[in-house]
């Protein structure tokens, strides 16, 4: 069965840290891997995508990383600010026709 | 930009009643999208449409239907609404074929009372 786990489900941490959250796949075959941002009450907003062959992609202060060997993939958050308090959400794409699976998200809590 | 509206941000209906969520995309989108997200299960996906008067069930398509008229518009029906389903429900579109980035609409809260 497809399936994505993230962890951990939520995390607090103080502005200005960073962090690192995790996503585990067991989807295949495997198309891409993308991670969303989804604000209290907003719509989820694509972050970065990362297909087979990449390892790493940044989008500012986010950094994606994409092991597919362990089917692993993590978004680190470089010097964390308010408006960083989300979901972050990791949707893996089949390689066949236009099917997603999604992870459970991490609530990410940025305290001042 | 793209944008994704959804015609209701908050909802309160009571049960038995007929409920339509209506979603309209600006970028000519082929593909649309309904999905209802729930705490601790995620998103998932209610129905889908790859053109005009096209429609394939998700995962949980039970309790809904689907309208898909004109391109730009994909309507989601309740036909008699249940306490159960009390969620968010997101409308999301995307471009061409394969699994390109999906645009997702502000959520329109549904309580059925």
Redesign the interface.
């Known amino acids: 069965k497809n399936q994505v786990e993230q962890s951990p489900q939520s995390l607090i941490i103080l502005e200005g840290k960073n962090c690192t959250l995790q996503c585990n796949y067991t989807v295949s075959p495997f ?2 891997l ?1 991670w ?1 941002k989804q604000d209290t ?6 972050l970065t ?1 990362m297909t087979f062959s990449e390892n790493t992609k940044s989008n500012g202060r986010y950094t994606a990383t994409l092991d597919a060997d362990t089917k692993q993939s993590s978004l680190h958050i470089t010097a964390s600010q308010l408006s960083d308090s989300a979901s972050y ?1 990791c ?1 893996v ?2 390689n066949a ?4 699976t ?4 991490t609530r990410l809590m940025v305290k001042p | 930009d793209v944008k ?1 509206t959804q015609s209701s941000r908050y909802l309160v209906k009571r049960t038995g009643e007929k409920v339509f969520l209506e979603c309209v995309q600006d970028m000519d989108h082929e ?1 649309m999208f309904w999905y209802r997200q729930d705490p ?6 209610i129905y ?1 449409s ?1 053109d005009v008067k096209m429609k394939e069930k998700g995962d949980i398509p039970e309790g809904y239907s689907v309208s898909r008229e004109k391109k730009e518009r994909f309507s989601l029906i309740l036909e008699s609404a249940s306490t159960n389903q009390t969620s968010m429900y ?1 409308c ?1 579109s ?1 471009f061409g ?3 390109g ?2 645009f ?4 329109s809260r549904l309580t059925v009372l």
């Open positions: 198309s891409n993308r969303y009450g907003r719509g989820p907003v694509s995508i959400i949707v794409s089949l026709g236009n099917m997603l999604f992870g459970g998200g | 994704v593909n601790g299960l995620g998103l998932r996906l889908f790859y997101l999301a995307s074929t394969g699994t980035e999906l997702f609409g502000e959520g």
